[in-house]
């Protein structure tokens, strides 16, 4: 097409892609031609058979064109492409051509076939041919359900399909051993899976006319597993040592026999002879024992056949790897077994030659003469089985151990390396050669050419003509010829392993999954009679095998032609196998058993397609534009007379190349076939020149790391361990960033054969891997030059280097004349950043394709400008770097050392003398240096660091006379630096505050991607979080410190933890402690640790907190200065240990001083009284578990002074004590039937007393039931209710904001309630789990503060009242801190030991104290609530009169004089209270009142025994108010004789409830509403209104309380005659109450007749 057409084309605007032009195979000089018939259809994709072809366009449509004898109709060649009809409207994504027969795979992952069926390649059973696409079905039938399997690709051959399915498994059928199936009946029409494969990952499949290839992702490496001795599969030693006459042979080529078997046909190599060989390599050589066995019929799969034997060598170009190596132990040890094994092959005529070829075989020396590989399986790092082996080579060759020459010497050593390490560092994995001159070099030069880039060993066997050139013995032999080992070879063997640096790449996962893959393996199978299968030999697998020779070559796409199979490499390198007959390899060796490199003279090859006897290769060109290579057959045109030539090597296809930018290559048997873009706006040339140099930077990369980096890796003396270790990273992260641009290549290429859709590059769509990939380099590089390493490097590299400086200029790209060595290395390892430029130039030229509103646009533009900000990014990097390494160039020796990291950059420094120190001495040297971690001060021999992240700086104001003054802040110092001119002060302070921003953000490293350099900076933050280490604060010395900071002070929350131990974890004020914070000091003699959780005050405990002691007692309460202060509790010992014990009450600088109670559990007393220095002082109450009483004065711990003492009998003392319960002095001791003895009494209580006194009997005639006097005055002696519990209200009152009771300011008290409330929300905020969501209700409602204005009414009584409610539900407000402290101690006095009936006066006047004191808190924070007793006026609006039980007409009289509330203590705050404190106390009232409830619950069983009307009758109630029917159940029934429970049932039910209810004022309610019911009831039976009379009532009244069956009767009356409201008790609610106590005393005296 001449250039006028082609620009008027162009002219038309159409998006050309993916245009189809086809020529004839065999021409090199014929014209591709435009397929016809496609009318501007964009074509994906194009299959080629031997006479056909297919075609896949964007819509997801599918043509045929060629001879489709298949189809029904004349047979004929169809030019143009005509649309398979029954495809339409399912999406295909993918097609496949075989020989003859076709497929397509759907969007779904649906496969259709249609073809030639005569080997049931389409999968459809009896029918030797499909002419429409026919659905096949895969079913997985391991799973249940049965499942459909998605398949994503598809290959066709000859007479077998193979099907890759998306869980990356490969399905087959058709026939032949090219199925890889373990069958023998063909054709197979079912779909099977390649079991061989399964649980691997295959990344791509193809098929030659009758052999399968698929390309397989490597199984993890796994590191740091010990190395298996034996075979997993056959339990042979996987390392066998053999001892002949004057050497001994190490060998690890275990060849496992089930691993082999199942691949049909494995040979095992031993001795190479020569043989006279054919073209074609079909001769069996002699010495090749080959064991061929059947399949085995159950399936093994040999997971370790990857990692059987040992490494490839390369040959001397360097480029070329030749695959040698050895297959290890034969598994026959003679002839006769491999015969044996031979017998039953399927294939006779085989059967035969290998029968003749191993009985003519001569004399072969035994198994053990084989040739031994030089390294073990895979990489690991367990020793033990060397060691063993070492050992007993050993005892085999005696004291005789020794080495040879120094190349078997090597190898050992290698052999010990590659133990000794866990990397799989190909370096280590050369044999030694024969000691001939050529392999005398040293062998790290071997190493050097060793490309494969992983730890893999090439397995394959060799040709033949290969292993002759190579001579010489590959076995590790340690003749014991010397008889003293040389020492330099000891101490090279055992020499420090540190250098042995893993080169391969840390794989980062995501990198793999988002890009292809190259660690990669290829397997083969199928026929292999032209050597198509790599493995070596001419034999047929029935199993896949992998090709060892490819392994770590990189493979990334496959091709597989008639006869002859191609692999692509990511160094865009073809290697090629098999038939050679028309020069199809691209090299001259014929034939070839294992791949080698193909010749094109192209840049790189970066799609390769074998044909039926050809193959195309596609290359960059200069102009990036692709280059068209054949080889293979030649027609020439000249003449007629077919004379077929083949090319020498890859011919250009010059005519190709003109017709526009090829995307792929197609391969078939007549034609081939290009798919070519149109280059509109250089949308195309800008894709083609970003992968072809992307490809390039790749080789290069390459080239350096196995060149440059790894001989450098295995150098000796690289310097101190730390910059080994600086090498090393160095050296991984070069490998991640070469690794990763490989990948991006192999992706680009598969994206120039795909839709080419700009959103889809890899370096757009995943542009943080390659970001993160070149910062994290770039941090590494860098440090390693800012240690001198590259000057380090340069000493023992020297050798090397000057070696090879061609090599060099090369790859750095620098031609000066004598450069430096280090220059150069610099160049080297600083030449990737360059790329960064060039991938934001090409983002920019494809942007420009595209319109400006574009999303495409924007997206490349804003890449573009992320990796141009990142280049600009590391290039400042590198120049600090550079800036950095300077300085320490100049800077004197002995403090480099020290100060000299590999992350730190220096800043700047003050060597002009341009910042000085104020006030220094005259003759001081003070030399500030400012790197990006620390600011550090520099003296004649000494200098501080000041780490950045704790450092404050501030310019100081002119005034006060300091000119250029800035001030600096640390944790422990203040200082002024003082600069000479204004400029300086400037500069100074923003490196400072720059260099702390950075350093506070950790951003150093990390740039705003696409923010562009210079991000405006602004001041670091005066409030920070930060770690330091104190070193001379005398309290916090050596304390590590990590938390928030405030201009140089500890000030947040933290954690501070000293050298010795101790560690404090909370807030911090200016640095000191303070606010909630937790304490542990260990206690080194008991082995465990103090442990205080609570609130702090300028570094001191202050305020509430719970102290766990090492002794293992625990105290709860408040300190102040350290010390116990105020109200706590202290727990001794557990229940169970010597002496527990409880104390709680006041405490006054860690002593028990004040009021308080204290358990002694193990005595069983309680003391409840006065305290002074942890002594009992003063008044107070002892109670024991026998019941014994005792009230009076204390001194020193024991009673002494007058005292009352009780038993449990009522005998009681009252006197003088002088000891715990010993009696001495002046008392009277009565007797609990009144008589008394006055007089002198000694002696203990309990154990005999000595009496001198008179004894009186009272008179007779008094009241019997008068107790004894001393009873009535009990409480006396004891502490005054008012004084109990002072400091829990202090407390209350403190955090308040008050000094003393009842004086502050009412407003700061409201301040601090919300206060108070709000940081202990945000607390547990952090926490949620300790609120429930009522809790948080409660919280919230208590936020808002009752208002009040004006009279105050009843309302606002209620207010006051359900505000005192909630907030006492909350221990987060300080009235409920306080109720919930009243209420633990008063559990504490009076349960268990406390519970004694002598305590209940005194339980009940501390409740009204309690009431008393809290009422004054209440008036405090509400001050228009009344005094006590005032009365609160009803409203006008509310009803006055109301309904009176005792009349029935209206009464308006109330029951106090003067209509309204009264205000109480009692009324407001029992509710409240009385709850909480219930149970202990309504337990004293129920032992107090034990005797009488007694007699009054036997006399109400007995009364109860009688029916209703009998009962009626006997307590006197008049005949009217019986009811004469009663509702049981709902329904009326009369009263008879013997009904029984069912009269006034509704009252009776209604007094019940009083045991239910808690305060005196509702337990009065339910008396009242029991008289209503009564009432009630009254009325229905008299059907008329009337006034009760006390007479008429009372034996009613008394009938309900009977029928109520109350137990506790007495004391319920008791508890509401001693807290009901006093203004009550001459209401009518005081009448009524004093009708049921009258009922109680009547029923205990009741006289039954």
Same mark, same amino acid.
Request: glycine share 8%; charged share 20%; proline share 5%.
């Given at each position: 097409?001449?250039?006028?057409?082609?620009?008027?084309?162009?002219?038309?605007?159409?998006?050309?892609?993916?245009?189809?032009?086809?020529?004839?195979?065999?021409?090199?000089?014929?014209?591709?031609?435009?397929?016809?018939?496609?009318?501007?259809?964009?074509?994906?994709?194009?299959?080629?058979?031997?006479?056909?072809?297919?075609?896949?366009?964007?819509?997801?449509?599918?043509?045929?064109?060629?001879?489709?004898?298949?189809?029904?109709?004349?047979?004929?060649?169809?030019?143009?492409?005509?649309?398979?009809?029954?495809?339409?409207?399912?999406?295909?994504?993918?097609?496949?051509?075989?020989?003859?027969?076709?497929?397509?795979?759907?969007?779904?992952?649906?496969?259709?076939?249609?073809?030639?069926?005569?080997?049931?390649?389409?999968?459809?059973?009896?029918?030797?041919?499909?002419?429409?696409?026919?659905?096949?079905?895969?079913?997985?039938?391991?799973?249940?359900?049965?499942?459909?399997?998605?398949?994503?690709?598809?290959?066709?051959?000859?007479?077998?399909?193979?099907?890759?399915?998306?869980?990356?498994?490969?399905?087959?059928?058709?026939?032949?051993?090219?199925?890889?199936?373990?069958?023998?009946?063909?054709?197979?029409?079912?779909?099977?899976?390649?079991?061989?494969?399964?649980?691997?990952?295959?990344?791509?499949?193809?098929?030659?006319?009758?052999?399968?290839?698929?390309?397989?992702?490597?199984?993890?490496?796994?590191?740091?597993?010990?190395?298996?001795?034996?075979?997993?599969?056959?339990?042979?030693?996987?390392?066998?040592?053999?001892?002949?006459?004057?050497?001994?042979?190490?060998?690890?080529?275990?060849?496992?026999?089930?691993?082999?078997?199942?691949?049909?046909?494995?040979?095992?190599?031993?001795?190479?002879?020569?043989?006279?060989?054919?073209?074609?390599?079909?001769?069996?050589?002699?010495?090749?024992?080959?064991?061929?066995?059947?399949?085995?019929?159950?399936?093994?799969?040999?997971?370790?056949?990857?990692?059987?034997?040992?490494?490839?060598?390369?040959?001397?170009?360097?480029?070329?790897?030749?695959?040698?190596?050895?297959?290890?132990?034969?598994?026959?040890?003679?002839?006769?077994?491999?015969?044996?094994?031979?017998?039953?092959?399927?294939?006779?005529?085989?059967?035969?030659?290998?029968?003749?070829?191993?009985?003519?075989?001569?004399?072969?020396?035994?198994?053990?003469?084989?040739?031994?590989?030089?390294?073990?399986?895979?990489?690991?790092?367990?020793?033990?089985?060397?060691?063993?082996?070492?050992?007993?080579?050993?005892?085999?060759?005696?004291?005789?151990?020794?080495?040879?020459?120094?190349?078997?010497?090597?190898?050992?050593?290698?052999?010990?390396?590659?133990?000794?390490?866990?990397?799989?560092?190909?370096?280590?994995?050369?044999?030694?050669?024969?000691?001939?001159?050529?392999?005398?070099?040293?062998?790290?030069?071997?190493?050097?050419?060793?490309?494969?880039?992983?730890?893999?060993?090439?397995?394959?066997?060799?040709?033949?003509?290969?292993?002759?050139?190579?001579?010489?013995?590959?076995?590790?032999?340690?003749?014991?010829?010397?008889?003293?080992?040389?020492?330099?070879?000891?101490?090279?063997?055992?020499?420090?392993?540190?250098?042995?640096?893993?080169?391969?790449?840390?794989?980062?996962?995501?990198?793999?999954?988002?890009?292809?893959?190259?660690?990669?393996?290829?397997?083969?199978?199928?026929?292999?009679?032209?050597?198509?299968?790599?493995?070596?030999?001419?034999?047929?697998?029935?199993?896949?095998?992998?090709?060892?020779?490819?392994?770590?070559?990189?493979?990334?796409?496959?091709?597989?032609?008639?006869?002859?199979?191609?692999?692509?490499?990511?160094?865009?390198?073809?290697?090629?196998?098999?038939?050679?007959?028309?020069?199809?390899?691209?090299?001259?060796?014929?034939?070839?058993?294992?791949?080698?490199?193909?010749?094109?003279?192209?840049?790189?090859?970066?799609?390769?397609?074998?044909?039926?006897?050809?193959?195309?290769?596609?290359?960059?060109?200069?102009?990036?534009?692709?280059?068209?290579?054949?080889?293979?057959?030649?027609?020439?045109?000249?003449?007629?007379?077919?004379?077929?030539?083949?090319?020498?090597?890859?011919?250009?296809?010059?005519?190709?190349?003109?017709?526009?930018?090829?995307?792929?290559?197609?391969?078939?048997?007549?034609?081939?076939?290009?798919?070519?873009?149109?280059?509109?706006?250089?949308?195309?040339?800008?894709?083609?020149?970003?992968?072809?140099?992307?490809?390039?930077?790749?080789?290069?990369?390459?080239?350096?790391?196995?060149?440059?980096?790894?001989?450098?890796?295995?150098?000796?003396?690289?310097?101190?361990?730390?910059?080994?270790?600086?090498?090393?990273?160095?050296?991984?992260?070069?490998?991640?960033?070469?690794?990763?641009?490989?990948?991006?290549?192999?992706?680009?290429?598969?994206?120039?054969?795909?839709?080419?859709?700009?959103?889809?590059?890899?370096?757009?769509?995943?542009?943080?891997?390659?970001?993160?990939?070149?910062?994290?380099?770039?941090?590494?590089?860098?440090?390693?030059?800012?240690?001198?390493?590259?000057?380090?490097?340069?000493?023992?590299?020297?050798?090397?280097?000057?070696?090879?400086?061609?090599?060099?200029?090369?790859?750095?790209?620098?031609?000066?004349?004598?450069?430096?060595?280090?220059?150069?290395?610099?160049?080297?390892?600083?030449?990737?950043?360059?790329?960064?430029?060039?991938?934001?130039?090409?983002?920019?030229?494809?942007?420009?394709?595209?319109?400006?509103?574009?999303?495409?646009?924007?997206?490349?533009?804003?890449?573009?400008?992320?990796?141009?900000?990142?280049?600009?990014?590391?290039?400042?990097?590198?120049?600090?770097?550079?800036?950095?390494?300077?300085?320490?160039?100049?800077?004197?020796?002995?403090?480099?050392?020290?100060?000299?990291?590999?992350?730190?950059?220096?800043?700047?420094?003050?060597?002009?003398?341009?910042?000085?120190?104020?006030?220094?001495?005259?003759?001081?040297?003070?030399?500030?240096?400012?790197?990006?971690?620390?600011?550090?001060?520099?003296?004649?021999?000494?200098?501080?660091?000041?780490?950045?992240?704790?450092?404050?700086?501030?310019?100081?104001?002119?005034?006060?006379?300091?000119?250029?003054?800035?001030?600096?802040?640390?944790?422990?110092?203040?200082?002024?630096?003082?600069?000479?001119?204004?400029?300086?002060?400037?500069?100074?302070?923003?490196?400072?505050?720059?260099?702390?921003?950075?350093?506070?953000?950790?951003?150093?490293?990390?740039?705003?991607?696409?923010?562009?350099?210079?991000?405006?900076?602004?001041?670091?933050?005066?409030?920070?979080?930060?770690?330091?280490?104190?070193?001379?604060?005398?309290?916090?010395?050596?304390?590590?410190?990590?938390?928030?900071?405030?201009?140089?002070?500890?000030?947040?929350?933290?954690?501070?933890?000293?050298?010795?131990?101790?560690?404090?974890?909370?807030?911090?004020?200016?640095?000191?402690?303070?606010?909630?914070?937790?304490?542990?000091?260990?206690?080194?003699?008991?082995?465990?640790?103090?442990?205080?959780?609570?609130?702090?005050?300028?570094?001191?405990?202050? !305020?509430? #907190? %719970?102290?766990?002691?090492?002794? &293992?007692?625990? +105290? *709860? $309460?408040? /300190?102040?200065? =350290?010390?116990?202060? @105020?109200?706590?509790?202290?727990?001794?010992?557990?229940?169970?240990?010597?002496?527990?014990?409880?104390?709680?009450?006041?405490?006054?600088?860690?002593?028990?001083?004040?009021?308080?109670?204290?358990?002694?559990?193990?005595?069983?007393?309680?003391?409840?009284?006065?305290?002074?220095?942890?002594?009992?002082? !003063?008044? #107070? %109450?002892?109670?024991?578990?026998? &019941?014994?009483? +005792? *009230? $009076?004065? /204390?001194?020193? =711990?024991?009673?002494? @002074?007058?005292?009352?003492?009780?038993?449990?009998?009522?005998?009681?003392?009252?006197?003088?004590?002088?000891?715990?319960?010993?009696?001495?002095?002046?008392?009277?001791?009565?007797?609990?039937?009144?008589?008394?003895?006055?007089?002198?009494?000694?002696?203990?209580?309990?154990?005999?007393?000595?009496?001198? !006194?008179?004894?009186?009997?009272?008179?007779?005639?008094?009241?019997?039931?008068?107790?004894?006097?001393?009873?009535?005055?009990?409480?006396?002696?004891?502490?005054?209710?008012?004084?109990?519990?002072?400091?829990?209200?202090?407390?209350?009152?403190?955090?308040?904001?008050?000094?003393?009771?009842?004086?502050?300011?009412?407003?700061?008290?409201?301040?601090?309630?919300?206060?108070?409330?709000?940081?202990?929300?945000?607390?547990?905020?952090?926490?949620?789990?300790?609120?429930?969501?009522?809790?948080?209700?409660?919280?919230?409602?208590?936020?808002?503060?009752?208002?009040?204005?004006?009279?105050?009414?009843?309302?606002?009584?209620?207010?006051?009242?359900?505000?005192?409610?909630?907030?006492?539900?909350?221990?987060?407000?300080?009235?409920?801190?306080?109720?919930?402290?009243?209420?633990?101690?008063?559990?504490?006095?009076?349960?268990?030991?406390?519970?004694?009936?002598?305590?209940?006066?005194?339980?009940?006047?501390?409740?009204?104290?309690?009431?008393?004191?809290?009422?004054?808190?209440?008036?405090?924070?509400?001050?228009?609530?009344?005094?006590?007793?005032?009365?609160?006026?009803?409203?006008?609006?509310?009803?006055?009169?109301?309904?009176?039980?005792?009349?029935?007409?209206?009464?308006?009289?109330?029951?106090?004089?003067?209509?309204?509330?009264?205000?109480?203590?009692?009324?407001?705050?029992?509710?409240?209270?009385?709850?909480?404190?219930?149970?202990?106390?309504?337990?004293?009232?129920?032992?107090?009142?034990?005797?009488?409830?007694?007699?009054?619950?036997?006399?109400?069983?007995?009364?109860?025994?009688?029916?209703?009307?009998?009962?009626?009758?006997?307590?006197?109630?008049?005949?009217?108010?019986?009811?004469?029917?009663?509702?049981?159940?709902?329904?009326?029934?009369?009263?008879?004789?013997?009904?029984?429970?069912?009269?006034?049932?509704?009252?009776?039910?209604?007094?019940?409830?009083?045991?239910?209810?808690?305060?005196?004022?509702?337990?009065?309610?339910?008396?009242?509403?029991?008289?209503?019911?009564?009432?009630?009831?009254?009325?229905?039976?008299?059907?008329?209104?009337?006034?009760?009379?006390?007479?008429?009532?009372?034996?009613?009244?008394?009938?309900?309380?009977?029928?109520?069956?109350?137990?506790?009767?007495?004391?319920?009356?008791?508890?509401?005659?001693?807290?009901?409201?006093?203004?009550?008790?001459?209401?009518?609610?005081?009448?009524?109450?004093?009708?049921?106590?009258?009922?109680?005393?009547?029923?205990?005296?009741?006289?039954?007749?």
């Amino acid at each position: 097409m001449d250039s006028q057409e082609r620009s008027s084309e162009e002219a038309e605007g159409a998006k050309e892609r993916g245009l189809v032009y086809v020529w004839k195979a065999g021409s090199c000089s014929v014209a591709p031609e435009r397929l016809p018939g496609l009318s501007g259809k964009t074509v994906l994709q194009a299959a080629l058979g031997i006479h056909h072809g297919l075609l896949l366009t964007e819509g997801g449509e599918v043509y045929s064109f060629g001879k489709l004898p298949w189809r029904s109709g004349p047979e004929e060649c169809v030019n143009s492409p005509i649309l398979e009809n029954t495809l339409l409207g399912h999406r295909i994504i993918t097609v496949a051509a075989g020989s003859f027969h076709n497929g397509a795979v759907t969007e779904s992952g649906v496969v259709y076939m249609w073809g030639d069926n005569s080997a049931g390649q389409c999968a459809v059973a009896n029918q030797p041919c499909v002419p429409e696409p026919q659905l096949v079905s895969i079913c997985d039938c391991e799973t249940s359900p049965l499942l459909s399997v998605r398949i994503l690709q598809l290959a066709c051959g000859e007479e077998h399909t193979l099907a890759l399915s998306l869980s990356r498994e490969i399905w087959a059928w058709g026939s032949g051993c090219q199925l890889g199936l373990i069958t023998t009946t063909f054709p197979v029409t079912k779909p099977q899976k390649v079991e061989h494969l399964a649980g691997r990952v295959v990344l791509q499949i193809a098929c030659g006319a009758y052999h399968s290839l698929a390309l397989v992702q490597c199984l993890p490496v796994q590191e740091m597993k010990p190395i298996p001795e034996r075979c997993n599969h056959c339990s042979q030693p996987l390392i066998t040592m053999m001892d002949k006459e004057d050497h001994v042979i190490i060998s690890d080529s275990h060849c496992c026999p089930l691993g082999v078997a199942l691949s049909d046909n494995q040979p095992e190599n031993h001795v190479f002879c020569p043989s006279s060989d054919t073209p074609e390599g079909k001769s069996v050589t002699a010495g090749q024992s080959e064991d061929c066995q059947k399949p085995l019929v159950e399936q093994h799969r040999l997971v370790g056949l990857e990692s059987d034997g040992p490494s490839g060598l390369s040959s001397s170009d360097g480029r070329e790897d030749s695959g040698i190596s050895s297959l290890g132990n034969s598994l026959f040890s003679d002839k006769k077994e491999v015969k044996e094994y031979l017998i039953g092959l399927s294939d006779n005529s085989l059967n035969e030659s290998l029968n003749k070829s191993i009985c003519t075989e001569p004399e072969q020396p035994s198994q053990e003469e084989q040739l031994a590989a030089c390294i073990p399986g895979p990489p690991g790092s367990s020793t033990s089985t060397l060691n063993s082996l070492v050992a007993s080579c050993a005892s085999a060759v005696g004291v005789r151990v020794a080495a040879t020459y120094e190349a078997g010497a090597l190898s050992l050593k290698k052999v010990m390396n590659f133990y000794g390490t866990s990397s799989s560092e190909p370096g280590s994995q050369s044999g030694s050669r024969s000691p001939g001159p050529e392999a005398l070099k040293d062998s790290r030069e071997e190493q050097v050419r060793l490309e494969s880039m992983q730890g893999k060993k090439s397995s394959s066997l060799v040709d033949i003509r290969e292993e002759e050139s190579e001579g010489g013995s590959r076995r590790l032999s340690l003749p014991g010829l010397l008889s003293q080992v040389s020492p330099r070879l000891l101490r090279k063997v055992g020499r420090a392993k540190m250098r042995t640096v893993a080169l391969t790449p840390t794989y980062s996962g995501e990198a793999d999954a988002l890009l292809p893959s190259l660690r990669t393996e290829v397997w083969s199978w199928g026929k292999g009679k032209e050597g198509q299968l790599g493995h070596g030999d001419v034999l047929p697998r029935l199993q896949p095998l992998c090709v060892k020779s490819l392994d770590g070559k990189e493979v990334i796409h496959l091709s597989a032609g008639g006869h002859h199979s191609l692999a692509l490499t990511a160094k865009s390198q073809v290697y090629s196998w098999g038939s050679n007959i028309s020069g199809q390899l691209g090299h001259l060796n014929t034939p070839t058993t294992v791949p080698r490199l193909a010749k094109v003279c192209g840049d790189g090859i970066w799609t390769a397609a074998a044909g039926l006897d050809y193959s195309l290769f596609l290359a960059d060109e200069k102009d990036f534009q692709p280059g068209l290579y054949y080889c293979g057959q030649e027609t020439s045109t000249e003449s007629n007379l077919n004379e077929n030539s083949c090319t020498k090597s890859p011919v250009l296809l010059v005519a190709c190349s003109k017709v526009g930018y090829i995307s792929n290559v197609i391969a078939g048997g007549d034609n081939c076939l290009a798919l070519v873009d149109k280059n509109l706006m250089g949308y195309i040339a800008s894709l083609h020149e970003l992968a072809a140099t992307e490809r390039r930077f790749y080789f290069k990369l390459s080239e350096i790391k196995s060149q440059v980096l790894r001989p450098l890796l295995g150098l000796d003396n690289l310097g101190n361990a730390n910059t080994i270790q600086l090498l090393q990273e160095m050296a991984s992260r070069f490998s991640k960033l070469c690794y990763l641009i490989g990948q991006h290549g192999a992706s680009l290429s598969s994206f120039l054969h795909g839709v080419k859709e700009a959103r889809s590059l890899a370096i757009l769509k995943h542009s943080s891997l390659f970001l993160d990939s070149y910062t994290e380099y770039c941090t590494s590089v860098t440090n390693f030059l800012v240690m001198g390493g590259f000057t380090v490097l340069a000493k023992p590299a020297i050798d090397f280097l000057s070696k090879n400086q061609e090599l060099l200029q090369k790859l750095s790209e620098k031609n000066e004349e004598n450069l430096q060595l280090v220059e150069v290395l610099n160049a080297l390892f600083f030449m990737p950043f360059g790329r960064l430029h060039s991938y934001a130039r090409t983002l920019l030229k494809l942007a420009t394709c595209f319109e400006v509103a574009s999303p495409e646009y924007q997206k490349l533009q804003d890449s573009s400008s992320c990796y141009e900000s990142l280049a600009v990014h590391l290039s400042r990097k590198m120049k600090e770097a550079e800036y950095t390494l300077g300085f320490w160039k100049t800077f004197p020796g002995k403090m480099t050392d020290s100060l000299r990291k590999p992350e730190r950059r220096l800043i700047c420094e003050s060597s002009n003398r341009g910042l000085s120190l104020q006030h220094a001495g005259r003759f001081s040297v003070n030399w500030f240096i400012l790197f990006n971690d620390a600011l550090v001060h520099a003296q004649f021999s000494t200098h501080h660091i000041f780490p950045l992240s704790t450092l404050w700086v501030e310019a100081l104001s002119e005034e006060a006379g300091n000119v250029n003054g800035l001030k600096i802040t640390t944790p422990e110092e203040q200082f002024v630096l003082v600069s000479s001119t204004p400029q300086e002060k400037t500069k100074w302070l923003r490196a400072i505050s720059q260099a702390v921003d950075q350093a506070l953000r950790g951003t150093s490293d990390m740039i705003l991607y696409g923010a562009g350099g210079n991000v405006p900076r602004q001041e670091p933050p005066i409030s920070r979080s930060a770690k330091y280490t104190f070193y001379k604060d005398p309290r916090f010395k050596d304390a590590v410190y990590d938390g928030r900071w405030l201009s140089g002070k500890p000030h947040g929350r933290g954690i501070l933890k000293w050298a010795d131990g101790r560690m404090y974890s909370g807030t911090f004020r200016t640095g000191l402690e303070d606010g909630y914070g937790e304490y542990r000091v260990p206690n080194k003699a008991l082995n465990k640790e103090d442990h205080y959780v609570g609130y702090w005050k300028e570094g001191k405990m202050c !305020g509430h #907190g %719970v102290y766990s002691y090492a002794t &293992g007692e625990v +105290y *709860e $309460g408040c /300190f102040q200065d =350290n010390m116990r202060h @105020g109200h706590g509790l202290l727990r001794s010992g557990k229940l169970t240990s010597s002496s527990p014990s409880m104390f709680i009450g006041q405490w006054i600088m860690d002593k028990k001083s004040g009021y308080g109670v204290f358990d002694d559990i193990t005595r069983g007393e309680k003391y409840m009284g006065m305290w002074q220095d942890d002594l009992c002082q !003063g008044n #107070g %109450v002892v109670v024991t578990q026998f &019941g014994l009483y +005792y *009230e $009076g004065a /204390f001194s020193t =711990n024991k009673m002494m @002074g007058t005292g009352i003492l009780l038993s449990e009998d009522d005998t009681v003392y009252e006197g003088e004590f002088s000891d715990n319960w010993t009696l001495s002095g002046k008392g009277t001791l009565t007797l609990p039937n009144g008589d008394y003895i006055e007089g002198l009494f000694s002696g203990e209580w309990g154990s005999g007393i000595k009496i001198t !006194g008179t004894y009186f009997k009272p008179s007779l005639y008094e009241n019997e039931k008068d107790k004894p006097k001393a009873l009535r005055k009990l409480g006396i002696l004891s502490v005054s209710p008012d004084e109990k519990w002072k400091a829990v209200f202090e407390e209350c009152w403190n955090q308040l904001g008050c000094e003393s009771p009842g004086q502050g300011d009412r407003w700061k008290a409201w301040d601090n309630i919300a206060v108070a409330l709000t940081t202990n929300r945000r607390q547990h905020k952090d926490s949620p789990e300790l609120l429930t969501r009522s809790h948080t209700q409660t919280l919230e409602s208590l936020e808002f503060i009752p208002q009040h204005i004006g009279a105050f009414t009843l309302e606002k009584y209620e207010n006051i009242k359900k505000y005192l409610i909630k907030a006492c539900d909350t221990p987060l407000h300080p009235l409920g801190k306080l109720v919930e402290t009243l209420v633990a101690v008063y559990r504490m006095t009076y349960v268990g030991v406390g519970a004694n009936r002598r305590l209940l006066q005194e339980a009940v006047r501390e409740i009204k104290s309690y009431l008393k004191r809290i009422f004054q808190l209440v008036r405090f924070l509400f001050p228009d609530l009344p005094e006590e007793g005032s009365t609160i006026p009803f409203l006008a609006t509310e009803p006055k009169g109301r309904r009176s039980f005792c009349s029935a007409k209206c009464d308006s009289r109330s029951e106090s004089p003067e209509p309204g509330y009264v205000v109480t203590s009692f009324g407001l705050l029992l509710p409240v209270l009385l709850p909480r404190l219930y149970p202990p106390l309504f337990m004293l009232y129920a032992l107090d009142n034990e005797r009488e409830e007694d007699i009054y619950w036997e006399c109400v069983l007995r009364l109860n025994k009688q029916t209703d009307l009998a009962l009626l009758s006997f307590l006197g109630v008049q005949a009217k108010f019986w009811p004469g029917t009663v509702s049981i159940l709902g329904e009326s029934r009369k009263v008879s004789s013997n009904t029984k429970d069912a009269c006034f049932a509704s009252a009776v039910e209604c007094l019940q409830q009083i045991s239910t209810t808690f305060t005196p004022a509702d337990k009065l309610k339910v008396i009242q509403q029991t008289f209503e019911e009564i009432s009630q009831s009254v009325l229905e039976t008299l059907q008329e209104d009337f006034l009760w009379s006390m007479d008429d009532l009372f034996p009613v009244f008394l009938y309900v309380v009977l029928r109520a069956r109350i137990r506790n009767l007495g004391s319920e009356v008791h508890l509401i005659e001693d807290l009901m409201d006093p203004y009550l008790q001459h209401g009518e609610q005081g009448i009524m109450f004093t009708t049921l106590k009258a009922c109680y005393y009547q029923i205990q005296h009741e006289k039954l007749t």
